[in-house]
C-alpha cells in the first residue's frame, strides 16, 4: 500500500497527494481566447482535490493555436486571465502548472483569417481534415524559441508554480523529434540528436528563464509521447535517448503520455513489458515521473507506483467525477456519470459526449 498524501515534490514543496489532474483541452475559452466563467469553476473545483493542477494546452502565439476557444497567453494583454486561472487552481491548494503549447501542423484549420500552419518541415499529418503545412525558416524557429520564453514569462507574472511543455500528443514540440514530421537538414533536423535540438532547447530556454525571473521553486515539466504510429515515426529507441536527455537537465518531472499506465509498445507487439519499466532503466531516477491512462481505482494506483511513476495524472476521469482524488484514496467507487455535479464546461461537455467508445469504458451521461 502506498502513501498518496502530503508528497515532498521537490525542495520546500510539499503537495496534499500525488494526483495530478490530466492537461485537458476544454475549448470553452471566450471568444476572445481568455478564460471563461465556466472553465474557472472547473478548475477552482479541481484545485481542491488534486495535489497538482495542469491546465488545458494553451497557445504561446497566436500561430500556435490548434483548437476552437483555446485559452491563450500569446501577449501581455492575456495576463489578467492568466492570473485568473492560477488562482482558481491554488485557491483549492493544488499546485497551478500552465501547459504551453504550440499546434504547428496539428492546427484544426480555418480557425481565424489569415492562419499561418506550419511545421519543422511540409509533411501533412495523416489525417483527412488537416492541411500540409509550411515548413519554418532557421529565424522562425528561433522565433518561436522566444515566443514559449515569453509565454513562460507572462506564467510567471500570473502566478503560476511552473510550466509543461507539451512535447506530446503530436503537436510542435514533437514535430521536431518525429522523423515523421522533420524532414529538416539545418541544426534542427537530419539525425536522432539534430531532431532533439528544437526541444532541449526549448528545455534550456526554460531553465535560463526561471534563473532570469522566477526562483528555484519554479516547476518546469516536460510531457512527451514515447512512439507514434507513423513510418518512420519515434520509436522507444529514439525515446530512450531524449528522456536520458532530459533526465540530464535541471528540470522537475517528465510526464508520459499514455493511453494506460501500464502500455506496453505499440510498435514492437512482441515485447509485453510495459513502457516506464523500459524508460527508467534510463537512470531517470532522480526526476519525478508522472504517468496517466485509465487510473480510476486504488488498485491501479498502487500498481502504477509499484511500476516506477510518483506522481498519477487522471483525465477523463476527473472529468465526470469532481471528487474523484477522494473516491481513489478513500477505496470508494468513482462516479462515471457525467451529470450537473461533474462541474464541466458545457463545450467540452458536448465534446466528450459525443466521443465514441466512451460506454466501454463505463462512462454513461445523465441528458
Ligand atoms: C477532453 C480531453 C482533452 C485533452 N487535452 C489535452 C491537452 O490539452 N494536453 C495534453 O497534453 N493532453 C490532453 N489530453 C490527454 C490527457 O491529458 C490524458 O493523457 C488522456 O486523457 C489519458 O488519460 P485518462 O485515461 O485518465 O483520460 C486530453 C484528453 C481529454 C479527454
Known amino acids: 500500500m502506498n502513501n498518496f498524501k502530503n508528497y515532498k515534490f521537490k525542495e520546500n514543496i510539499i503537495i496534499k497527494n500525488r494526483f495530478v489532474l490530466a492537461p485537458m483541452t476544454t475549448y470553452s475559452g471566450n471568444p476572445d481566447l481568455t478564460l471563461s466563467d465556466e472553465e474557472e469553476k472547473y478548475y477552482q473545483a479541481r484545485g481542491k482535490e488534486f495535489g497538482m493542477v495542469i491546465t488545458a494546452a494553451t497557445a504561446v502565439s497566436k500561430q500556435a493555436q490548434a483548437f476552437e476557444n483555446q485559452i491563450s497567453i500569446m501577449n501581455d494583454d492575456y495576463i489578467p486571465s492568466m492570473a485568473r486561472l492560477a488562482k482558481s487552481i491554488k485557491l483549492g491548494g493544488a499546485l497551478a502548472i500552465l501547459q504551453l503549447h504550440h499546434g504547428g501542423r496539428m492546427n484544426y ?75 529538416r537538414t539545418d541544426e534542427f533536423g537530419g539525425s536522432l540528436e539534430k531532431r532533439m535540438t528544437f526541444p532541449l532547447a526549448l528545455v534550456d530556454m526554460a531553465i535560463q528563464t526561471r534563473k532570469d525571473y522566477a526562483n528555484d521553486d519554479f516547476i518546469i515539466g516536460y510531457r512527451l509521447s514515447p512512439e507514434e504510429y507513423e513510418n518512420p515515426g519515434i520509436n522507444l529507441d529514439d525515446t530512450k535517448v531524449l528522456v536520458r ?37 534510463e537512470n531517470l531516477g532522480h526526476k519525478k515521473l508522472i504517468g496517466v491512462g485509465e487510473i480510476d481505482n486504488l488498485d491501479k494506483a498502487n500498481h502504477a507506483i509499484n511500476l516506477g511513476f510518483d506522481l498519477l495524472a487522471i483525465g477523463l476521469q476527473a472529468l465526470a467525477d469532481e471528487n474523484v482524488v477522494s473516491h481513489i484514496i478513500n477505496n470508494h467507487p468513482v462516479k462515471k456519470v457525467f451529470d450537473k455535479n461533474s462541474i464541466l464546461p458545457s463545450n467540452l461537455y458536448e465534446r466528450v459526449k459525443r466521443w465514441r467508445n466512451l460506454s466501454d469504458r463505463g462512462f454513461s451521461f445523465d441528458q
Open 109 to 183: 484549420p480555418g480557425l481565424f483569417e489569415g492562419q499561418d500552419i506550419v511545421s519543422a518541415s511540409a509533411i501533412k499529418a495523416e489525417r483527412d481534415y488537416l492541411l500540409e503545412p509550411r515548413a519554418l525558416t532557421n529565424d522562425e524557429v528561433y522565433g518561436i524559441i522566444d515566443d514559449f520564453r515569453q509565454a513562460m514569462i507572462r506564467a510567471i507574472k500570473a502566478g503560476f508554480d511552473g510550466i509543461e511543455l507539451h512535447g506530446a500528443n503530436t503537436y510542435l514540440i514533437q514535430q521536431f523529434f518525429s522523423p515523421h514530421s522533420n524532414r
Open 245 to 281: 536527455n532530459l533526465s540530464m537537465k535541471n528540470i522537475d518531472y517528465i510526464h508520459f503520455s499514455l493511453g494506460n499506465y501500464k502500455q506496453s509498445s505499440i510498435r514492437d507487439e512482441i515485447n509485453k513489458k510495459p513502457i516506464i519499466e523500459i524508460l527508467k532503466k
